[in-house]
């Protein structure tokens, strides 16, 4: 079933997506590149296609990029058995990405030193279905890391304000912050935050009274938390000019400095994710720990909110913070919010849920797509060769059934587990196969007889980079 790399072939569609509108086109792929885009003339007609090229119409399919999920736990090596490269790749290219960033923890080690990114390098090999880039850590104490991993090809580093829920993994003060930004601007790259700060240490105090509440939860990581660790990195990120990166922003009440520090000039940027888009605090039963995550999910009236500065630009991206973990350690029986891992598994449902209620709200397919796509390609500095059906872009293609609707149902889930918060919900969206340089590694349910993907380094980013970098 898979295209050989050296294939030729053009994909055909009525609806191809270009320069943020569809039109009727060919997109023809040679060795994993896109070769040319051939669209129809003023009558209506394709001109005939150069010699070679095997065409596969999809008729009215959607023909578009690949997606880009720059936040994905992958947790391997270490906590393979809550998710790991093979499974969650294999999610990621039936949910139509084709590019996802590994962030540096729930692994053992944590990606916070050379050595441990090195041993990460290791369990790689043969196991990608997508392409993978990687984020190292900033932890106290680890400064004189950070130029190594930037050197071997991290694309950026990750930190934690609040306890990161691994103890290996701790947060930094802002007097570690004040170490690591430099060596981060000087060299260019971002630094990710886990933005929420506890000053009353609320969230080691014992939760005993009603753990199954979700108002009970939702309390205990109030907006504020979020609103000033954001005001925190914004005095940070004047202070040192390094670029900052809020991730998984809950509170909408943020956005207005965001938006501020932005008008200034500032090197910010903001993800949000489908959770806090697609889901409200309001429909969420007591004891359902499968939507337990930090921040938490908030009020309907949050989400809209969050809506609103996606559409004017404040929040930049869209991306999963895939965070699984082993059934038990959602403790579901008990239903205890405060024993359950913080953690949405989503990585596959993203674009089928953020499609979904995009739709509701009138919001276009392509403009979803520059959230989900363009944007983290650039964010994270792939938009040279990521994202976009163009001449001499990798071939990371998706065919995709934008009226196609169908419901979650466990059989499907690809993660290594099957326990995620859109189980059972009906989405709009199916996707149908999914090309990764070239190769089809998703058909509609069945994958290809071996993985292809590769991993990224910044630093090699002008060359393809086998998988096998570090053997
Ligand atoms: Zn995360």
Redesign the pocket.
């Known amino acids: 079933m898979s295209q050989p790399n050296s294939a030729r072939f053009a994909l055909k569609s009525k609806r191809v997506l270009r320069g943020g509108k569809f039109e009727e086109a060919c997109v023809l792929v040679e060795d994993g590149i896109i070769k040319d885009v051939i669209t129809t003339t003023a009558n209506g007609t394709l001109p005939s296609l150069p010699a070679g090229f095997a065409v596969h119409d999809v008729g009215d399919k959607v023909v578009m990029p690949g997606l880009v999920d720059s ?3 992958i947790n391997e090596p270490g906590r393979t058995e809550w998710e790991g490269f093979n499974t969650a790749t294999r999610a990621a290219a039936a949910g139509g990405i084709t590019t996802v960033a590994d ?1 540096p ?1 729930n692994c053992i080690p944590v990606t916070t030193s050379a050595a441990a990114f090195d041993e990460k390098l290791r369990h790689i090999e043969g196991r990608l279905w997508v392409d993978l880039c990687f984020w190292g850590g900033v932890v106290p104490g680890n400064t004189r890391e950070l130029d190594r991993m930037v050197d071997q090809g991290v694309m950026g580093f ?1 930190c934690f304000l609040i306890h990161s829920g691994i103890d290996d993994f701790p947060n930094v003060q802002r007097q570690d912050l004040e170490s690591a930004m430099p060596v981060l601007a000087r060299r260019g790259v971002p630094l990710l935050v ?1 933005a929420e700060l506890d000053h009353e240490n609320h969230e080691h105090k014992p939760h005993v009274d009603e753990p199954r509440t979700y108002k009970h939860f939702l309390d205990s990581r109030p907006r504020r938390w979020e609103n000033e660790a954001i005001d925190l990195m914004i005095e940070l990120c004047r202070k040192h000019n390094c670029r900052v990166h809020i ?2 922003l809950s509170s909408s009440d943020a956005i207005a400095a965001i938006k501020k520090a932005r008008a200034e000039g500032l090197p910010l940027t903001t993800e949000t994710c489908p959770h806090y888009l697609t889901l409200a605090a309001e429909d969420i039963k007591d004891g359902d720990t499968r939507f337990k995550c930090a921040p938490p999910i908030r009020e309907r009236e949050n989400s809209d909110k969050l809506w609103q500065g996606l559409q004017d630009g404040t929040i930049d991206l869209v991306v999963s ?3 699984p973990c082993t059934p038990e350690l959602k403790h579901m029986e008990a239903g205890d919010f405060h024993k359950a891992w913080g ?1 949405i598994a989503s990585l596959q449902f993203g674009l089928p849920a953020v499609w979904t209620e995009a739709k509701k709200r009138g919001i276009s397919l392509p403009t979803v797509l520059s959230w989900m796509s363009a944007a983290p390609a650039r964010f994270l500095g792939l938009d040279h060769k990521k994202a976009a059906l163009a001449q001499g872009f990798d071939a990371d293609i998706v065919v995709f059934d934008p009226e196609a609707s169908f419901v979650v149902e466990p059989s499907m889930i690809e993660h290594r587990h099957k326990v995620t918060p859109h189980e059972g919900r009906r989405f709009d969206g199916r996707v149908c196969e999914t090309y990764v340089r070239g190769n089809k590694v998703y058909d509609n349910g069945h994958f290809a007889a071996e993985p292809c993907g590769k991993a990224m380094m910044r630093n090699k980013l002008g060359e393809k980079v086998d998988a096998n970098i570090n053997s």
């Open positions: 936040h994905v736990h962030m923890l990750k886990h991730v998984h913070d895939h965070s953690g």
